[in-house]
């Protein structure tokens, strides 16, 4: 990671105390989900399923504690559309594992800075992009996907 989808840029989130966390962010001038034409909102959206559908295999397969994939598309402090996928686990505090992943206090310390401590899971997250997105897309005229 990163890597480049139909709608934007696939990258790994700064912030490790969730492992599996990505972000996709979109590479045109829109702010809102819905500044963008309808396709190109729907390209966005797919794009993001196809990142979630990543993470939860690359975090599935990393650590036995891995639930789900939740998605967030939320547009307050970065006037940029963007959307985050977080890995949920079963190890994660019970007063936390239920809610959104903001309410954890300590989210933000240098301990869970990305790092090459990461590089593993960085890996595992950049091949099961890779093989969703080519499974997914066959390569169109100058360099193009289009779905297959």
Do not use: K
């Amino acid at each position: 990671m990163p890597a480049r989808m139909r709608s934007g840029w696939a990258v790994i989130g700064d912030t490790r105390h969730l492992p599996g966390y990505c972000v996709l962010l979109h590479d045109g001038d829109a702010d809102h989900l819905t500044d963008p034409g309808r396709r190109e909102h729907a390209e966005f959206m797919f794009d993001l399923a196809l990142l979630g559908e990543a993470v939860q295999h690359a975090c599935s397969d990393a650590d036995p504690g891995f639930l789900r994939v939740n998605y967030e598309v939320l547009g307050n402090p970065l006037p940029l559309l963007h959307g985050h996928v977080h890995a949920r686990y079963a190890w994660e505090p019970d007063a936390l594992r239920h809610g959104p992943v903001r309410r954890y206090p300590d989210r933000g310390e240098p301990r869970f800075r990305l790092d090459e401590r990461h590089d593993d899971l960085r890996a595992a997250l950049t091949r099961a992009l890779e093989r969703i997105t080519a499974e997914t897309y066959a390569e169109g005229p100058e360099g193009t996907r289009v779905p297959r």
